[in-house]
């Protein structure tokens, strides 16, 4: 079942619980997206859905992060549990051993070439690494990928 359909149906169900925050969340991503599908004017495929709803939980962490800042704990709270909501639509993200395998062999492979990769290299070895986890199958965040491979580089 396609994740949008996923999502239509939890909101009728949100809608018979009478949960608020779980509906508008639902509704919100709904919304983001029909629009992506409206700008690329075909359906979107199960790969583009994941990556708006990735998207959506990026700005709640900065949104989040903002309000801690701002002193505005309910505020910060709230995007959180719209977090917790939309990551159950996404898979299951890799812990940072399973990153991290995928990784040094990445690393491996480009040594296998000619020359240990260095901390210059970092835009080509991430490019390897991006593909082999989606190879693999797994789900993990950029930013942590882009710090696991920095530290290897750096050894």
């Known amino acids: 079942m396609a994740i949008s359909e996923q999502i239509g149906k939890d909101i009728i169900e949100a809608m018979k619980a009478k949960e608020e925050l779980r509906l508008s969340t639902l509704r919100m991503a709904k919304s983001a ?11 979107l495929t199960e790969a583009e859905e994941l990556a708006v709803l990735q998207t959506m939980v990026k700005q709640r962490k900065e949104a989040a ?7 505005r704990a309910e505020l910060a709270a709230k995007e959180h549990e719209e977090i917790k909501l939309l990551e159950k639509y996404l ?11 995928v990784v040094q062999a990445a690393l491996a492979h480009l040594a296998e070439s000619g020359t240990k990769p260095g901390p210059k290299d970092m835009g080509p070895a991430m490019r390897v690494v991006q593909q082999r986890i989606l190879a693999s199958g797994l789900h993990a965040d950029n930013k942590k990928v882009s710090e696991l491979l920095r530290a290897e580089l750096a050894k």
């Open 33 to 43: 997206l029909k629009n992506k599908e409206i700008d690329k004017r075909e359906p």
């Open 91 to 101: 898979p299951q993200t890799a812990s940072d051993e399973e990153v991290l395998a």
């Open 65 to 71: 992060e903002a309000f801690a800042k701002g002193d």
